[in-house]
């Protein structure tokens, strides 16, 4: 499966974003030839999608490096809070990813993980104690060092600090000591450390993961600081650049096969009235050192859709599956629950060739995890198809597909019983403003979903046996958009079923899940 861009035609040049959708927080690491990738995942299982790529360019996903509910509890865990930016390292055979759990409380748990093979399994979390979030781990003199932007105490003033660890039980061997409070900018975080020709460089995020976003960097001669910083500050940022590709920051770097330098960072790309749904998205820019010793991104500091520059010789990947029929025992690593699911709900054994899903009394408004599986909305114009065989027993079981982006803010299609009628229903859940925006009944059978979307509405359509589909309701794209929802997430297009606060008696049958990008 292909989850970035084929571009066997050309002989140089990209597109950004290279991993579009709800993929923020890249971190990035090169072995030999073969490049490997993260992201954070946030109130979603598996957490920390990992990634492979011979090219910088075409990315395949791999696994989800979090796919153990030992390895990552996320019951009560609100949209937004749960696994921050990770980062990706290898060092002495062993790779690592290290990220941040944040509880309901706002309380950080930092820990890391390792694997021989980065596709897994990767081991149970290692804990650190020093607060912060997005840390990072950096190796010297078999000396290994854990960098966050807190000290013991998240009260601690925002700045970057350091201690060494040990690298089998994550102890501190020293102090937290803080070594840079980054170029002026606020929130500084997402630090990386890098060493080059005698310099240890500080990579770090500024200004909140807005449109203010920024890269900056600093280096020191010391590892333990002082740090200047580069007089150029900001070396990434498209606050003034009037770009389709906004809020970019939270960079990683790495120093291709071939001695170029490249930087992963996340961005987003705004839909109407500066709002945007599908996330922050992984981008990709060429680097150059000037002979002041200081990066360049992108000859100009700023980021774009297309990026015309020379790039390693390219790998795409096969195009990737527009439709699941679920006809084998395991579901594509693009999936996602909310939380940690109940197995017991989810079947691809139950109805050979259908996805059968039971309602839990857990609804898509819980903090819990209703049983709902999904992929992240990774375009603007989409097609999103299922096929559903639901027949409620009562009037509290429902299932259908939803447009999740938090508790508080969804759109559903759905099939449920009222009185001795079937009825399919689109519905709004915006806070406190929610209701049905329509209701037709159904005949006896199975019923085709489908939502359409373009830059500024969802539309909902059906279809039963051979009859053409019918669309019956649309809705604003941007009231499931971030600058109105809050947060960090994107998106997810999901199907789920839910007994509203009773176990359904009726599983729902889904013949297959088709996402279709529109050109």
Known sequence: MICGVALTARAQGYKNPIIPGFYPDPSVCRVGDDYYLVNSSFEYFPGVPIWHSKDLVNWEQIGNVLNRASQLPLSGCKPSNGIYASTIRYHNGLFYMVTTLVSGTKEYGNFFV???????????????????????LFWENGKMYFISNRGLKSNDARAIYESEIDSITGKRLTEPKMIWKGSGGSYVEGPHMYKRNGYYYLLTAEGGTSYGHMVTIARSKNIWGPFESDPTNPILSNRYAYSIISGTGHADMVEAADGSWWMVHLAFRPIIDQIHTTGRETCLEPVEWNKEGWPVVNKTGTADIIVDTKTLPLHPYPAAQVTDNFDTDQLDFSYIHLRNPDSANYSLKKRPGFLSLIGSDFTLNDLQSPTFIGKRQRHFSFDAVTSVDFDPQSDNEEAGL????????????????????RVLVVYYKLELINGIKAEVPLLPGPVK????????????????????????????????GTEVTGGYNGVIIGMYATGNGKVSARPAYFDYFTYQPIQ
């Open 449 to 480: 979903l489908k939502i359409t979307g373009t830059k500024t509405v969802y539309s909902f359509s059906y279809a039963q046996g051979d009859a053409p589909y019918k669309e019956i309701a649309q809705l604003n794209t941007r009231y499931l």
């Open 402 to 421: 939803t447009l999740e982006m938090t508790n508080d803010h969804h759109y559903d299609f759905y099939i449920k019983k009222l009185g001795n009628q």
């Open 114 to 136: 390792t694997a021989k093979n980065p596709a897994g399994p990767w081991s149970e979390p290692v804990f650190v104690n020093q607060s912060g979030i997005d840390p990072s």
